[in-house]
């Protein structure tokens, strides 16, 4: 199962996760990811993705809040969902290569799934639903992607809200 992780700095963190980024990263390699990555406000780190491939929900949550950075406090909120990997592969797959960064792309919403076909998918380096924790209701649509219009992979008026974040390809290959 596919799980989408966003995990959100609480202000002020900065320090602490300088000292933690070994950690960090140790604890990430143990993982079969799709993608991950820093999240930026105005070059300012706001946070980090992480999609992952693990046997059930409960795997899900303990990787999301046995994270060095979670466990020290460094985070203000974790956004954890099932998610469903619509292009099949991972970011190192990305043909675009690594260098250059990106934005992710939330659209949060409920009801009949949009966006289930991606458009532009040359833009795109990852993509999917965001679903239930059992997997059978859509709750949004999250996407790494490399674009001059980042909100245009989403179907506007089918989203409650949309958020954009700068995002950067991360850890170690």
Same mark, same amino acid.
């Given at each position: *199962?596919? /799980? /989408?992780?966003?995990?959100?700095?609480?202000?002020?963190? *900065?320090? %602490?996760?300088?000292?933690?980024?070994?950690?960090?990263?140790?604890? *990430?390699d143990r993982f079969e990811l799709i993608a991950r990555g820093?999240?930026?406000?105005?070059?300012?780190?706001?946070?980090?993705?992480?999609?992952?491939?693990?046997?059930? !929900? @409960?795997? $899900? #949550? @303990? /990787?999301?809040?046995?994270?060095?950075?979670? +466990? @020290?406090?460094?985070? +203000?909120?974790? =956004?954890?969902? +099932?998610?469903?990997?619509?292009?099949? +592969?991972? *970011?190192?797959?990305?043909?675009?290569?690594?260098?250059?960064? &990106?934005?992710?792309? =939330?659209?949060?919403?409920?009801?009949?799934? $949009?966006? %289930?076909?991606? $458009? #532009?998918?040359?833009?795109?380096? $990852?993509?999917?639903? %965001?679903?239930?924790?059992? &997997?059978?209701?859509?709750?949004?649509? @999250? !996407?790494?992607? #490399?674009?001059?219009?980042?909100?245009?992979?989403?179907?506007?008026?089918?989203?409650?809200?949309?958020?954009?974040?700068?995002?950067? /390809?991360?850890?170690?290959?």
């Amino acid at each position: *199962m596919e /799980f /989408f992780c966003h995990h959100r700095d609480r202000p002020g963190s *900065m320090p %602490l996760r300088e000292r933690l980024v070994e950690q960090h990263w140790s604890y *990430m390699d143990r993982f079969e990811l799709i993608a991950r990555g820093p999240t930026f406000t105005g070059g300012l780190l706001t946070g980090s993705v992480h999609v992952v491939d693990l046997p059930d !929900a @409960a795997a $899900a #949550r @303990a /990787f999301a809040f046995d994270e060095p950075n979670y +466990r @020290a406090g460094a985070y +203000r909120d974790v =956004l954890l969902r +099932r998610w469903r990997n619509v292009l099949g +592969r991972t *970011m190192w797959d990305f043909p675009g290569g690594r260098e250059g960064g &990106g934005h992710l792309v =939330l659209g949060f919403g409920s009801g009949e799934p $949009a966006d %289930l076909v991606p $458009a #532009r998918p040359d833009e795109l380096i $990852a993509y999917g639903p %965001l679903l239930s924790d059992d &997997g059978t209701a859509w709750l949004g649509t @999250a !996407a790494l992607v #490399r674009s001059a219009d980042p909100r245009s992979v989403l179907t506007a008026d089918r989203y409650d809200a949309v958020e954009v974040h700068e995002w950067e /390809f991360g850890g170690r290959r």
